[in-house]
């Protein structure tokens, strides 16, 4: 792979390990995927077979949330990307998204077998939802998302807790 | 009134916010839809407003199909496990579940993208 323990800055520092759980082919790899996200040459080229079963997992598991739900699941499984991929935030959140829409679709044609569609507001939604999605997808990038997450994270707890005790 | 918060939650969609969770809840608390109705409906909503920032994606070559292909399958499995647990569940199931969704998504990002980056900026100034 071309990386060695020379590329990691102060190796005998005691860094946060991130997963001790790889079944590594030597033992310097194995070294070196601890000190994973100090050193970005290790952060965009190490890739375990655990990596992938453990991403694999989480995309079932938002597929699940998603036809279970209806929510997307791509909280999840962005959250699985950004840990295995940091340096790749465009490409993780192009992936996620494209997943969500795929999962939708799924969902809403197996909801619509069961039964649970009762056909009503896709009038009203399409318009708004195409235009606000395109919007959104123009505003990435140039506005600060800061204040916009501490209030949607203020706002999920509450909504998140008057859902389980109400 | 539905027109606006729907246009309004598929901006913060589009911003990579994670919007969809606050469009059902919309659904549920103000037009007091049932459960799963409510879900169908928000899936539609995710269809628009996730088709548009797909599409720029692909345009822009930011899709590497080679990891996305895999994941879209793994998922699809989950996605048919998923559907068929509404069939067996109660919608109160799901709303439990939904709310315990939600409050961990909510936890997520005030910790993980509000309070961390506010961190790691105040340790970078000292």
Known sequence: MGITLSMIPNPEKKYKPLLPIFAPEDKNMYKILLYKGVCPAVNTKVKSPLSSFLLYAASVLSGALCGFLGTGGGMLLLFSLRFLHPDEEKENMAICTACVLLFSILTTILYKIEGHMDGVGIALILLPSLLGGAVGSLLLGRIHLLFLDLVLSLLLVYAGLSLILG | ?126
């Open chain 2, 1 to 126: 009134m539905m027109a606006v918060i729907t246009f309004l939650c598929a901006v913060l969609c589009g911003l990579g916010v994670g919007s969809g969770g606050l469009f059902l809840l919309y659904l549920l608390r103000a037009l007091s839809m049932p459960q799963y109705a409510a879900q169908g409906t928000n899936l539609l909503f995710f269809c628009f407003a996730t088709l548009a920032s797909t599409l720029t994606s692909l345009r822009a070559g930011r899709l590497p199909l080679g990891r996305l292909l895999p994941l879209l399958l793994f998922g699809s499995l989950g996605v048919l496990g998923g559907a068929l647990l509404t069939l067996v569940l109660p919608a109160q199931t799901a709303r439990a579940g939904f709310g315990a969704f939600m409050l961990l998504g909510g936890l997520y990002t005030l910790f993980g993208r509000v309070l961390a980056p506010l961190l790691a900026r105040k340790r970078k100034k000292e």
